[in-house]
């Protein structure tokens, strides 16, 4: 698995063929290919507006690896997904 050539992938909106991409480091059993691979599954999941999936895949790759980028991506879906104005629902 080439991480730049995925990133390539993301950029492109070319999802189907990360997920092709990454199904080899997902069997690997090294954790910091697999967490790189969840990790780039959520990055895709977001794009796409299934953010529970993408929640999913980065809590997998925190889990893993809790030092990848997973991380902080992690932090910032549960920002985005717990902000809450009350003002645009009560007009």
Known sequence: MNRDEI???IAAGRYADVYVATEKA?????????????YLRGRVAWKEGHHADAITCYES????????????ALEQAREIMSFYNKDLYNP
């Open 61 to 72: 790759a925190v889990a893993l690896d809790p030092h990848s980028d997973a991380a902080v």
């Open 26 to 38: 997902l069997a690997s059993e090294n954790p910091s290919e697999r967490a790189a691979a969840y």
């Open 7 to 9: 990133l390539d992938m």
